[in-house]
């Protein structure tokens, strides 16, 4: 399955997609990096927090799918730009207020960028479509899980409204437009913006999921 | 080795295997989502937890042993149990209290189950006893570990009087049932028997194991 | 690469870096195991802690280069080095006051071995500099960082002072010692005498990285 998985990721790395990628890998490790500089944690710390949250989400998938080393250790552009995202947090700390609405919707961006891409890896692998979608959410919110248990902090996914779910929503979306058949761009489009839309409707109604009664 | 593993696996999969193996999903499973829904958690993060409890052990055992990916996500009927469990542990939160003792009870057969298990996959893909019975540990308290880290609690493996040592126990037994040339099922009923008991017999005489000067 | 990394593995294995390797291995078990004394943690509790600040790094470092199970479990040698510090733990911690620079010491000491071992063996995997490098600083900073969640503490490597910093000097020291041709046996020595030394400066002079201006 590893050697499938390979050749069918060597035969489509289009430039699109890969910019997408990076571009999700450096709006994580941004994040990471602040959210180290805001709990007092060092330069180094605001690195580790950078690569964790940036690459653990598709580390761990990679690792669940045997596919060994994972993509983040296999390309040197992964771990380099968490590491330039790091310093940018890092130099701009002191000096630029990023507003919160900026972040959240970067973040969203990200979410559903690395949902998709998570659950399309797991399909093409060839892995059951419960299993892929899984995997995807797994890819999405895996990095700010790790993050928050470094942080000693109970995982944003356990708590946030609507954010995990925002990743399995996009994740189910893919799989339905495999399903009905549209092409590998249009089903990943459509599924990013339904995870997108989900997540920002989500933070703007203040949408809650129904907890326990302890909890209402 | 993943090969052979997977072919003796193939031959082996009784319908009594399969069903103690999704009973102790089921149970750890309703154990972490009642955790979740305790921790005023809402309804995905009871999923999430459930997940995680009920399939972290087996998860963390099958990467260990690089049989990728693992059987959790291999098979639908792992990850759908699961979320039948946290459906049902939703649905019963606000109106049923379940007795402490009976959910004890049923988390030490899933306990001696998982343990079991994990201990007898591992030896049957070769490995050293000493690290069948460490994988067997592993599986049997992998889950519940999980979810106290995501609940930013100290393990219970760390705190709770004999829960990994009757894992150990159950482990060490199914390696000397092996070694005495017991059948199989035997060797497995003896194992989960032994494990199970002394974790009750620990709950229900509060033993405890010997600490540090300060702690005593 | 599996077999390939076996192979180079399987020529290697000079009593030197054996005894160096199980030697880092007993003081990182026997500085778990007395962290969870410390934290009034039980004889099991203390043994996991063991198990999981010796062999954590070395685990994940191999679960990521796809070479499974792990050396920690194909020997039995490292589980029985750790369980054995911890017996030493457990056995002289009501008696003996070990003194903390001796700790920090023996500390030091093993984080320089864990973090050029784990970038050799990543180099002679064929893996990139840069993965290899981040690989050997899993490997020295893994394990504790593991040991520290357990405990529910912010892991030392976002806090304290130049500790996975000195793990990335040795890792990077040994690339250039690649790069420059030198012999593997002194480029691994000048290697881990750089992170050593670094890190005993960096404990008594009291050495800080930057931190965000909210720290300062």
């Known amino acids: 399955m590893t050697i499938s998985t390979q050749s069918r990721r060597a035969a489509r790395p289009s430039t ?3 910019l997408a990628d990076l571009g999700g890998t450096f709006v994580f490790a941004l994040e990471g990096a602040l959210a180290a500089l805001g709990g007092h944690l060092d330069l180094f710390g605001a690195m580790v927090l950078a690569f964790a949250t940036a690459l653990g989400g598709g580390v ?3 690792v669940l799918m045997g596919f060994l080393p994972p ?4 390309a040197w552009t992964y771990p380099a730009t968490a590491f330039v995202a790091a310093a940018v947090a890092f130099g701009i700390d002191r000096h630029v207020h990023i507003p919160p609405l900026l972040l959240i919707t970067l973040d969203a961006a990200g979410l559903a960028l690395f949902a998709v891409a998570g659950t399309e890896k ?3 692998a060839g892995l059951h479509p419960l299993s892929s979608v899984l995997l995807g959410v797994i890819t999405g919110v895996g990095g700010g899980t790790i993050r928050d ?3 000693a902090h109970v995982p944003a996914i356990l ?4 954010y995990a779910t925002a990743a399995l929503f996009g994740a189910v979306v893919l799989v339905f437009c495999r399903r009905l058949g549209l092409s590998a761009a249009l089903g990943a489009t459509l ?3 339904a995870c997108f839309v989900l997540r920002m409707i989500a933070v703007w109604q203040h949408w809650q999921l129904p907890g326990s009664l302890a909890a209402s």
């Open 159 to 162: 708590r946030v409204d609507v």
């Open 60 to 62: 761990i998938r990679d």
């Open 122 to 124: 797991a399909l093409n």
């Open 16 to 18: 699109l997609v890969l």
């Open 149 to 151: 248990v470094f942080l």
């Open 71 to 74: 993509s983040a250790l296999r």
């Open 191 to 193: 599924a990013a913006a």
